[in-house]
């Protein structure tokens, strides 16, 4: 079964540094999403993405995040400047439709540590 | 805005019980719902997607309904065992290129 891979399974890094987190969508899905997970919290929505833009962000999403696909294959998410909050699991997600017909299909997430 | 609310937040069973989750949204406005499983630091298994013009929708031992009037969803786990022992997760398609998660079951099936 096609699957959404996703990669580091898991990055320390240090508050103000930057990074990359990476995943390569199935590869006949069309809308890409990034969710998080803050420990003992729900899954929120960050973002998602369409035609090579994004199609809606939520108020977390702000100036200290970003989303690129750099090629046929990746969607990554970049964040600025990391802060001790920014620490949980990252989802990425991706469907064929935007999730009506077949729903979306999840990727097994970075867990983000900021230290 | 919309809110979704899971009942019980955990649920302890010996094996073999039929279980019920349930899943209360709060605005019926919704294209479709989608029950995940998530076990310990891992990530979201898709288990059924149920459509909004659907009442129910069976995967082997699982059956989930919808009553979209309602704002209610349940997922019915039949004959359960140890390896169901998870979080599980509704999650409601908004129709805006998103998802809103509930707050999630824990499960917990002992031998």
């Known amino acids: 079964e096609p699957e959404v891979t996703q990669t580091p399974s898991h990055q320390v890094t240090q508050m103000g540094q930057e990074v990359i987190l990476r995943c390569v969508p199935i590869?006949?899905?069309?809308?890409f999403y990034w969710y998080r997970q803050i420990l003992g919290q729900k899954v929120e929505f960050l973002v998602s993405?369409?035609?090579?833009?994004?199609?809606?962000k939520s108020e977390i999403f702000d100036d200290q995040f970003s989303v690129e696909r750099p090629d046929g294959s990746n969607f990554t998410l970049k964040i600025r400047s990391t802060k001790l909050e920014d620490s949980a699991m990252y989802f990425c997600?991706?469907?064929?439709?935007?999730?009506?017909?077949?729903?979306?299909?999840f990727g097994s997430g970075t867990r983000l540590t900021v230290v | 805005k919309q809110e979704v609310t899971q009942i019980p937040a955990a649920l302890s069973v010996p094996e073999g019980e039929n279980l019920v989750l349930n899943c209360s949204f709060t605005?019926?406005?919704?294209?479709?719902l989608q029950w995940f499983r998530q076990d310990p630091g891992k990530g979201l298994t898709s288990l059924l997607l149920?459509?909004?013009?659907?009442r129910e929708q069976t995967s082997g031992r699982l059956n989930a309904s919808l009553d979209k009037s309602s704002g209610r969803s349940t997922l019915y786990i039949a004959a359960s065992q140890p390896g169901d022992s998870a979080t599980y997760l509704c999650?409601?398609?908004?129709?805006?290129?998103?998802?809103?998660f509930g707050t999630g079951t824990r499960l917990l099936v002992s031998p």
């Open positions: 605005d019926s406005a919704i294209y479709n």
């Open positions: 590869s006949n899905h069309l809308y």
């Open positions: 997600a991706s469907s064929d439709n935007g999730g009506g017909t077949n729903g979306y299909t």
């Open positions: 999650a409601v398609n908004t129709g805006f290129q998103k998802l809103v």
């Open positions: 993405f369409y035609n090579n833009e994004i199609s809606e």
């Open positions: 149920i459509q909004s013009s659907q």
